[in-house]
């Protein structure tokens, strides 16, 4: 005898019936997050009226975005749903004009990748091919701002950007960590790994994933080359090839992904800094960065660094570097918890300039989340 409350059959006109009313309530959803998005739209543009000035407010969509994650209840992840606003915010900023953001390339690179998180698609993405670039058109006025790596959490400080940082006039505006997630890809439909005879890669890439490599591809060549675009640009020619690099790069190649994540430690991540012309205002959550240097005498940078501790404001980093201009002579680069508008950040940068030889601020920023 069969249970009359038994389930169903797959393909049942119950099913039928149930999938119909779900996509029915997906079709009015849909229409109904249209319109909230053009109510958001047409506010965020007068917005940009009234205010006449910098319409990318760093700090503002900080405030958004930290508020949507501590809404979230899911089943949406808060990754995601950062991804999304940050896309909402990049269309209704260019509806009146795309922010134009510099970065080092050439396309495909992680520069790329980081410079699309942090201003969505609708901005106006440019390469150049240097550090130097990158922040001259800034510096010209050319492009509005610039996405620059300063540190790998495996290779350390980039020193073409801490060098640059000293002598220009642009503010950090901005930092977003960048989790580093190396992808085999070559061209077209592989059947088989054994296929593959040469892997090109940037040579901090062969080196990241060299463990994978030997177990998977121990026969295979590896090629350094100049970027992991070059890399992508060069498996899309060469049929028994494969490049390592991330997801963008396959998707500006035309390259197909043969294994994803075959990084050899999972904790491979980038800090990039936006820099701008603009000074950012407190967000809740902020740092400031600064570079500074001293005498070079017994127990000065326990002097310099003793405001800090008086008035209760931690130090997140702390590197020195040679300031080439003199030998043996240092800066010092370093994080603060707070922004500089802070009563108790401000004193302490007030009581540190007054034992300096030099102390140059670069910014007070919104915190990245990790």
Not at 30 to 52: H, M, P, S, T
Request: charged share 20%; aromatic share 6%; glycine share 6%.
């Amino acid at each position: 005898m069969s249970d009359a409350h038994s389930t169903p059959p797959a393909g049942s006109s119950e099913d039928e019936q149930r999938l119909s009313e779900l996509r029915s309530t997906i079709d009015r959803i849909d229409l109904e997050v249209l319109a909230l998005l053009n109510r958001r739209a047409e506010a965020a543009a007068e917005i940009g009226v009234i205010k006449q000035g910098a319409v990318y407010r760093p700090e503002r969509e900080a405030q958004v975005l930290r508020k949507v994650q501590a809404a979230n209840a899911g089943p949406l992840s808060n990754e995601t749903v950062s991804f999304l606003f940050r896309e909402v915010m990049s269309a209704c900023l260019a509806l009146e004009q795309p922010v134009s953001v510099a970065y080092l390339g050439p396309p495909g690179t992680y520069s790329e990748q980081a410079a699309v998180r942090q201003f969505g698609h609708a901005a106006r993405a440019q390469p150049f091919a240097s550090l130097e670039e990158v922040f001259h058109q800034v510096e010209a006025g050319h492009v509005q701002y610039a996405v620059v790596p300063v540190e790998n959490s495996l290779g350390g400080s980039v020193s073409g950007t801490m060098d640059l940082l000293l002598s220009t006039p642009l503010r950090i505006c901005g930092e977003l960590n960048l989790r580093i997630r190396q992808q085999l890809m070559a061209k077209g439909p592989v059947e088989s790994l054994s296929r593959v005879q040469r892997v090109y890669s940037h040579s901090q890439s062969l080196s990241q994933c060299q463990q994978w490599l030997t177990a998977h591809l121990p026969a295979a060549e590896r090629i350094p080359v100049a970027s992991n675009a070059d890399a992508a640009s060069r498996a899309a020619a060469d049929p028994d090839s494969a490049a390592i690099a991330g997801v963008l790069a396959a998707e500006r190649y035309g390259l197909t992904l043969l294994a994803r994540d075959i990084e050899d430690s999972t904790d491979n991540t980038t800090r990039f800094l936006v820099l701008g012309s603009q000074d950012v205002g407190p967000s809740g959550r902020d740092r400031t960065s600064l570079v500074v240097s001293t005498s070079n005498r017994p127990g000065a940078i326990h002097r310099l660094l003793a405001p800090l501790a008086s008035h209760g404001v931690s130090m997140s980093r702390l590197e020195s570097r040679p300031s080439r201009t003199g030998l043996w002579e240092y800066v010092f680069f370093v994080d603060l918890e707070g922004h500089a508008a802070d009563p108790r950040v401000a004193q302490a940068l007030a009581e540190m300039r007054a034992d300096a030889s030099f102390l140059k601020v670069l910014g007070s920023y919104p915190v990245a989340p990790l």
